[in-house]
Each structure stands twice: as structure tokens, then as C-alpha cells.
């Protein structure tokens, strides 16, 4: 009796302290809208401090990830959590040393994250692994120097002045080419931009009683894992000998010699340990899929049909050897998921629009509108407040297309004037469907856009100018496109967390600025200091070779593939296909494990290692979700964070190392017993 007394007294007890957290974070939430800094007080010197910082890191690691597999996760959390730990910290010391300093909001805190997140994503569709690097002279040798299509004169080799140029051309266009519909897209449509609002969860979180002692937690944990991370690339460097390809840990035959000869090892990378516990489970597993189906069954067979399917006095890295069904298979796979997914956002996107606009004339939204609790209203009622002129947009555009119509073709003559004239009219409209689908889906299809103009263009400018037509075509569209769905979710992030849109918009034309002038310096950081785009090696670039090759393909057409190639690319096209239709038409238990095509064609090219490293993490994340499922959600994206940013910021002192001449002083190879 006296034991349930004691219970229900417990349980009162619980009730009453939620109901005072609950009436706290109710009183909070009324002050926040009270307390909201003019947008101008929201963009900071120590947060633009603080998103270069940030920005550099993790552009040298999403470049890291870029020039070896081409798979690089979304790092949006992981970038929010820190810009609250840098900031955090900052303010801390300053108070401890007497200074008195602004308090951190929250609006600060998305103002970081944006400008960061604006920053390394120029490096991400940069194309420096991909579009751009297919230009230089060695991915052009890959392709096949006697390869149709693929003309001596279609190269330009990467420049830190060119490249700063062209990014600074194509990514400030697509700052402006939504900006008037942000208010459609926001708040009449109410888009949810799943990864927005999950940025925005998070950052609301830190700035309330409760997320403030969480974040702590999170925050020990993140530079717990980082200083291992560091340490631990730090010490593996010691056994990677003088060319880093073949000695140290990265090249440790965990299943066995034969395995290794075939890609499949664990080679201790924490990098891609992180990758792999953000990913999700579905992702890991395809790409292990897709490793064991190429490497471990496909690559051997064919090797063994040399002097049948290919001639065997050809190198394997012939695109008529080899290296052709690599890439064109891994294509077909690419461009079945990409065109299934394409029509079905298009599709989908139509009908959405459809809908509400069928609700409008009915009078529901109306209907809606007044269900909505008084903080939404209010939250709509900040983000409208501080509007940006549509005239400001649309001169911008103007002026902006104005001077990459003549800039681009003085730096690429083969792609001419009229082409970029007609890109920059269609390119709102395209952004508007993209930025619509990932609202809707959070899938950005900015690279299909682009591989959509790369074949128009490849074969509209002809055998002579195609392939480089094509390659810079495809980076113009991808850059607009993307760059405008990106500016959408962060618009969510700062509409849920009471940020200024002005603010939102400035920060994220600073982060640009800043990844224009970044992103080349990283990538020839890399590209000075490693073997870059060498097949061989750890960087292999495998993007550029695929990414070139469709533009050959645009301009030829079938003749470019290798005998029978073709005939597996029809088979992987429609498997592609058929995959995700089963998985969309599928009951959710069976269509979850559908693999992804998309992630199962990485592999394909790279090898089987990374996505042993990868299934590592997921399957960390998987036994900590069974011990403990709530402090699982909460610490995996910390513990990840800090292993990725640990490893990634060994690479500065390596790439400097490299530069210097410093050479490691051990190889420690393994090779089989006599």
C-alpha cells in the first residue's frame, strides 16, 4: 500500500514538473517574439568569424569526399551543432576573461549555420569532382585519346582564377532566381524541407533550458570523438610511406589479401565511419550491394573475357577495356534512378500544385488559415515583415546573367552566348520545380537538371565543341538550381527559428562569396599535394571520368561503348527503374529494403572499401539504437560530427607535409607469406 503511495506520489510529481517546463517553455517561446534582434544585429562579427572558420573545414573534407568517392552526406546538422559550439565556446571565454559580450541567439546561430552550410555547399557543386575536373587533360586521356567525340582540344586545365571566376558567374544567379517566391513556397504552400525544419529543430533546441544541458552533452561528446579522430589520422600517417597508395592502415587487408586485390578491406577511415553513421541503414546497405555485385562477381568475370569481349593488349584502363563497363554500367545505373526520379518529382510537383490550387478556388486554405495557432501566425507574420524587394531580386538576376553571358564564353568559346541566354530564361522555372520537389521529398535534383542539359547541349554544339559545351552547360544549370532549392530550406530554417529573411539571404550571399574564393583553394590543396584523378590511387575523382564520358556519349551516341556494354547498361537502366518501383508501390516492410541504384553505382567505379568503412558506422548506430534508442537520436549526430571533423582537419598539416616534402617514415605493407 505505503509502495503505491509512494508511486503515485512520484508520478504527480513528474506531472507537476512537466507542466512547469511546459508553462516555461511556453513563457519563453512569448519572449522570443518580444526579444527578436533587427535583422541587421543578427549577422555578427563574430558569427561571419565563425562561419569562415567552419566553412573551411568542412569544405576541405566535403572536397576530401568529392575527389575519392563523390558521396557526400547531408552535413547541415552536424554544421549547426558547430556553429553552436564554436560560438559557445567564444562567448564563454570572453565572460570568463571579464568582456562583456552580446548574448547568442538563436537567430545568430541559423545566421552561422546558413553562411557555413553556403560555403562548403559551392564546393560541393562546384563540379571539381566532377564537370569541371572532366576538363583536364588527364580525364580526357582516361576517356580514350582515340575515342570518337572525344577531341584533342575539348580540355582546359583546372586555375584558381578561371574556376574562382566561373563560380563566382553561376552561383550568385541562383541566390536571386526564387527569391520572389519565398512567401508562395514558406508560407502559402507551407513546403516542410524536411532537412530545414530538422536544422531548425535542433538549433531551437540548444537555445531552451532543456536543449541547453542536452547541448552540452552533445558538445563534450563531439570533441571527445574529434581529438580521437585527429590523433588517430595523425598517428596513421606515420605507416603511409612515400606515396601514401599502397602502405599504412588505409590499405589493411581485413579479409584477406585476395579481398584487398578486390577492394574489399576496412581501411580505418573515420571520415567515412561518420558518413556512414549520418546515412541512413538502406544507403550503407546498397552500397555494399553494389560492391559485392561489381567487384566481387562482375569485375572478375569480365577481367576473365579479355581477348574476347575486349582485345587483352589494351590496358584495363582503356575506356574499350575494363574501365569502360565500369563507367558506362555505373551510368546507366545513374541516369535510370535519376530519370525515374526526375519524372516522378515532375509528376508529383504538378499535382501538389494542382491540389492546393483546387483548394484555393473551394475556399479551404481559407479554412485552414484559421486553424492555425497564433504562433504560426505570428512566426508568418516576422518572416513577411522583413521582405526583400522583388525589384532587388530581379535586377540582380538581370545584372548578374548579363555578365556570365559574356564572361562564360570567353572563357569556354565552345559554349556559346545563345546557350547561356536561353539557360538563365529557363533556369527559374527549373529552379521552381526543384526547390517545389524538395520541399515536398527533401530530394535536391539539381544534378539530374544538369545532366539533362549536359546531353542537350553535348549534342546541340557538335562533335568539335560538345563535350566541354556539355560539361560547362551542365555546371551552369546544376549551380542555379541547386543554389536555389538550398536558399528555400534555409528560408524554413529561418522562419521556424524567428530569423530574419534578409539576414537569411545576406548570410547566405556571404557564405557564397566565401566558397568562391574557398573552394578552388581547397581543391588545389588537394590537387598540388595528391595524385589526383589517378585510378590507382586514393584520389581518384571517379566523377570527372563519368561525367565526361556522358558528354562523349551525348555527342556519339552508342559508338562510344565497348562490345556488349551496351546491353548491360539496357539491364542496369531498367533495373534501375524497376527498383524503385517496387520500393514506391511496395507495402513500406518490403520496399524499405528495395536498394538504392543511385548509391549502388558509386561503388561500381571506387571500389568495395568505403563502403565497408560505412556499413562500420551504421552498424554502430545500429547496436547503440538497441542499448539505447533515446540517447542514440540525441549523440549520434555529435560523435559523428567530430569524427568526420577531426579526420577531415588532419588533412590541412597533411596536404602542408606534402607540399614541404616531408615524407612519412614508414610503409607498412602486407604482402602474402613465402
Known amino acids: 500500500m505505503r509502495s503505491s503511495l509512494m508511486v503515485e506520489k512520484d508520478a504527480r510529481n513528474e506531472v507537476e514538473r512537466e507542466e512547469i517546463d511546459d508553462l516555461e517553455e511556453t513563457q519563453k517561446e512569448a519572449d522570443d517574439f518580444n526579444s527578436i534582434p533587427p535583422w541587421k544585429n543578427q549577422i555578427t562579427f563574430r558569427g561571419i ?107 582546359k586545365e583546372p586555375g584558381i582564377g578561371w574556376m574562382t571566376g566561373f563560380l563566382f558567374f553561376t552561383c550568385f544567379v541562383g541566390l536571386l532566381a526564387l527569391v520572389p517566391l519565398r512567401k508562395i513556397m514558406i508560407i502559402d504552400y507551407k513546403l516542410t524541407y524536411p532537412s530545414g525544419t530538422a536544422t531548425a529543430v535542433l538549433i531551437n533546441g540548444f537555445h531552451t533550458s532543456k536543449g541547453n544541458k542536452m547541448a552540452k552533452k552533445q558538445v563534450f561528446e563531439f570533441v571527445k570523438y574529434f581529438s580521437f579522430s585527429f590523433i588517430w589520422a595523425f598517428f ?43 546515412c541512413s541503414h538502406i544507403v550503407n546497405l546498397s552500397l555494399l550491394f553494389g560492391a559485392v555485385l561489381s567487384w566481387g562477381i562482375m569485375w572478375p568475370l569480365i577481367r576473365g573475357l579479355s581477348g574476347d569481349w575486349y582485345p587483352s593488349t589494351i590496358p584495363q584502363s582503356s575506356m574499350k577495356s575494363l574501365s569502360g563497363y565500369k563507367v558506362f554500367v555505373s551510368i546507366s545505373l545513374i541516369l535510370g534512378d535519376g530519370l525515374y526520379h526526375f519524372i516522378k518529382i515532375l509528376v508529383f510537383t504538378a499535382r501538389n500544385i494542382y491540389s492546393k490550387l483546387k483548394n484555393r478556388h473551394t475556399g479551404k486554405s481559407n479554412s485552414e488559415k484559421d486553424k492555425q495557432s497564433i ?47 536561353v539557360a538563365y530564361m529557363i533556369a527559374p522555372s527549373l529552379g521552381f520545380s526543384n526547390a517545389y520537389g524538395a520541399g515536398l521529398t527533401d530530394m535536391n535534383m539539381a544534378y539530374n537538371y544538369g545532366k539533362v542539359a549536359l546531353f542537350i547541349l553535348a549534342a546541340m554544339a557538335g562533335k568539335q565543341n560538345g563535350v566541354v559545351a556539355g560539361l560547362v552547360g551542365c555546371g551552369l544549370i546544376k549551380s542555379i538550381v541547386s543554389i536555389s532549392s538550398d ?96 520500393r514506391d508501390l511496395s507495402p513500406e516492410k518490403v520496399g524499405k529494403w528495395v536498394p538504392l541504384p543511385m548509391a549502388m553505382a558509386v561503388p561500381f567505379l571506387v571500389g568495395g572499401y568505403f563502403a565497408v568503412d560505412m556499413c562500420v558506422g551504421s552498424l554502430i548506430v545500429f547496436v547503440w539504437n538497441m542499448r539505447d534508442r533515446v540517447k542514440a537520436g540525441l549523440m549520434v549526430p555529435a560523435v559523428a560530427s567530430g ?24 610503409c607498412m605493407r602486407f604482402v602474402p607469406s613465402k
Open 49 to 155: 568569424v565563425a562561419s569562415l572558420i567552419i566553412g573551411i573545414i568542412y569544405s576541405v573534407i566535403v572536397m576530401k569526399l568529392n575527389l575519392t568517392t563523390g558521396l557526400v552526406p547531408t552535413l547541415n546538422v552536424s554544421a549547426a551543432l558547430s556553429a553552436f559550439v564554436f560560438l559557445r565556446s567564444w562567448t564563454k571565454l570572453l565572460t570568463k576573461a571579464g568582456i562583456v559580450t552580446k548574448p547568442f541567439t538563436k537567430q545568430e546561430n541559423t545566421v552561422v549555420q546558413t553562411c557555413a552550410v553556403a560555403c562548403y555547399s559551392v564546393t560541393i557543386g562546384g563540379g571539381f569532382g566532377s564537370y569541371l575536373l572532366g576538363l583536364n587533360t588527364r580525364t580526357y586521356e582516361q576517356s580514350g585519346i582515340h575515342t570518337e567525340g572525344n577531341n584533342p582540344g575539348s580540355t
Open 236 to 278: 596513421q600517417w606515420f605507416f603511409t610511406g612515400t606515396n601514401g597508395t599502397d602502405c599504412g592502415f588505409i590499405q589493411f587487408p581485413t579479409f584477406g589479401l585476395q579481398a584487398w586485390k578486390n577492394s574489399f578491406y576496412f581501411d580505418f577511415s573515420m571520415t567515412y565511419i561518420g558518413a556512414g553513421m549520418i
Open 375 to 421: 504562433t504560426d501566425l505570428k512566426r508568418d507574420e516576422i518572416f513577411v515583415r522583413d521582405s526583400i524587394p522583388i525589384w532587388v531580386a530581379a535586377v540582380g538576376y538581370a545584372a548578374f546573367s548579363v555578365v556570365a553571358i559574356i564572361a562564360i564564353p570567353m572563357m569556354f568559346p565552345e559554349l556559346k552566348w545563345y546557350f547561356i541566354v
Open 487 to 582: 536558399l528555400m530550406h534555409d528560408f524554413k530554417t529561418g522562419h521556424l527559428t524567428l530569423t530574419s529573411p534578409r539576414s537569411m539571404l545576406v548570410s547566405q550571399a556571404i557564405g557564397t562569396g566565401i566558397g568562391c574564393v574557398v573552394a578552388p583553394l581547397s581543391f588545389f590543396l588537394f590537387y598540388k599535394a595528391f595524385d589526383v584523378g589517378n585510378p590507382e590511387g586514393e584520389y581518384k575523382a571517379p566523377y570527372a571520368l563519368v561525367y565526361r564520358n556522358m558528354a562523349i556519349l551525348g555527342v556519339e551516341g552508342f559508338s562510344a561503348l565497348p562490345q556488349h556494354c551496351l546491353q548491360l547498361c539496357y539491364g542496369f537502366f531498367a533495373f534501375a527503374v524497376a527498383a524503385n518501383v517496387v
Open 643 to 666: 569524427l568526420i571533423c577531426g579526420d577531415g582537419l588532419w588533412i590541412l598539416p597533411s596536404s602542408i607535409l606534402a607540399l614541404a616534402g616531408v615524407k612519412p617514415p614508414i
